[in-house]
C-alpha cells in the first residue's frame, strides 16, 4: 500500500535563516505546502501553521490558482485574504527548485476601501452611484429600452454591459458601436448590414450589428450623433422589429434590446432640431443618470489608490502613499475625463515618479499650472487675465466657468466677456 511522502523541505540555509527573521514569513516546499513559518505569522495567524498545509487552505486569491502561479512565477506583491479571515499582501521569493518564501505584511489600504462596492468594473463608495446600481439590476429584468447619460469617462458601457449580463439575454450577444466614429454611409451599413453590390466595395452580403445582436443586446453609444436620417431609419427599426439591409429589399426580423448611452441631454437636441422626438421617447424609456468624478470626492484617492495597485501588478515600482501636495491636487482638480483620465494621470504618475511616495512633481504638467493658479494674485478686471491664466482655471474647474471664475477671484461676467475677447483676438 503506497504511503504518503513527507512535504519537501527547503533548503538548510533557509530553515536556519527562518528562526532569525524577524518579520511574518513563511516558507513553502515545490508542491506547494507549507514547512515552516516565523513567530511573527502564526501571531498574525492567531494559531500555528500546520506543516504540509496546502497553500490553498491558507490564502484565497481572487483569480484561484492562475492568481497563484502569477505570485509564485514573478515575484510581485499582491493581495490575498487569509482564509481564518483579513486581507494581506504577499510577496514570493524563490528558493531554487525547493520552494518558496513568502512575505507576508498587513494590508496597508485606507479603512474607506472596506466600504466599497465593486459592480461590474465600477468601483465606489458614493451612495448616488450606489443608488444607480441598485436602478441597473431592477432594470436589466426587463426588456425596456435604457438611456445611459454621463460625461466622458463616467462608465457608461460598463453600465450597458451590467444591464445586459444581469438581464435574460445575457447569454446571447452583446454588440456595441459608437455612432460618433463612423460617417453617415458607413455607420448605416455598420447598423443594418448591406447586400452584395450596394456600394464600391462590397463584395458580400455583410449582416449588420442589428442582426449580429439578435437574441441579446445593442449598445449605441453616443446615440445624439445619429445623422437625422438614420434616426428616421432607426426609428422603423424599433417600431418593425425588422430591418432592411443597404441595397436590399426584404425586411429581415430582429430580436433586439436597445441600450443607449449619450453625455448630451436629448431633450435639448429636440428643442434644437437636431433629434427626432419620437425617437428619444423610444430610447428614453429608463434613463440613468451617471454623476461624474466631481461629484464623488470620495472616490478620488480610493480610486487612485486602486489604479496604482494594479500597475504595481505589472510594473516593479510599489507606491505606498500620495504625499499631502499631490493628495491636495488631485482632490481639487476638476476631472473633466472623470475615471478614464484619473487612470491616465496615476499611470502618468507611476512611470514618472521614483520610490514608495507620489509627490506633486510626479502629477502631469496640467497640475502644476494649477498649483501655480492658486498663487497668482486676485485678479480684478477682465483685462488681467491672461490667456494661460484662463485655460489653467477652465482646466481645474472642469470646464465649468463659475468655478474658474471662483479661481480667478473674478465674476462670472467678467470671465465671459475675457473668454469673448480671447475668443475674437483668436480669429
Known sequence: MPTSRPPQRPPRLALSALDALAGAVLLVDAERRVVGA?????????????????????????????????LLTTGRETTARLRAGGTIRVRATALGKDGWALTVRQDTSPPA???????HGLWTQDAELRRVFRIVEKVARTESSVLVRGES??????????????????????????????PPNLLESELFGHVRGAFTGAVRDSPGHFRLAHGGSLFLDE????????????????????????????????????????????????????????LMYRLRVV??????????????????????????????????RIAPGARKLLESHGWPGNVRELRNVMEYAYVIGEG????????????????????LPVATT?????????????????????????????????LWRRLRTLGEAAR
Do not use: W, Y
Request: charged share 30%; hydrophobic share 40%.
Open 153 to 182: 469617462g463616467t462608465g457608461k458601457e460598463h453600465i450597458a454591459h451590467a444591464l445586459h449580463e444581469l438581464s435574460p439575454r445575457g447569454k446571447g450577444p452583446f454588440r456595441a458601436i459608437n455612432c460618433a466614429a463612423l
Open 223 to 278: 446615440v445624439a450623433e445619429l445623422p437625422l436620417d438614420l434616426q428616421a431609419k432607426m426609428l422603423r427599426v424599433l417600431e418593425t422589429r425588422t430591418v432592411i439591409p443597404v441595397g436590399g429589399r426584404a425586411p429581415v426580423p430582429v430580436d433586439v434590446r436597445i441600450i443607449a448611452a449619450t453625455h448630451r441631454a436629448l431633450r435639448r437636441e429636440v428643442e434644437a432640431g437636431r433629434f427626432r422626438a419620437d
Open 356 to 375: 514608495p511616495v507620489l509627490r506633486e512633481v510626479d502629477l502631469p504638467p496640467e497640475f502644476s499650472e494649477a498649483k501655480a493658479l492658486t498663487h
Open 113 to 119: 476601501l472596506e466600504g466599497a462596492e465593486v459592480f
Open 382 to 414: 477682465g483685462a488681467t487675465l491672461d490667456e494661460e491664466q484662463v485655460r489653467a482655471a477652465l482646466t481645474r474647474a472642469g470646464g465649468n466657468r463659475s468655478e474658474a471664475a471662483r479661481l480667478l477671484g473674478v465674476s462670472r461676467v467678467t
Open 38 to 70: 516565523t513567530s511573527a505569522l502564526e501571531s498574525q495567524l492567531v494559531a500555528p501553521v500546520r506543516e504540509g498545509t496546502p497553500l490553498t487552505e491558507l490564502l484565497s486569491l481572487q483569480g484561484g490558482a492562475e492568481r497563484l502561479d502569477a
Open 287 to 320: 434613463p440613468i443618470f451617471l454623476p461624474n468624478l466631481r461629484e464623488r470626492r470620495g472616490d478620488i484617492l480610493p480610486l487612485a489608490l486602486r489604479f496604482l495597485d494594479e500597475l504595481h501588478q505589472r510594473g516593479t515600482r510599489r507606491v505606498e
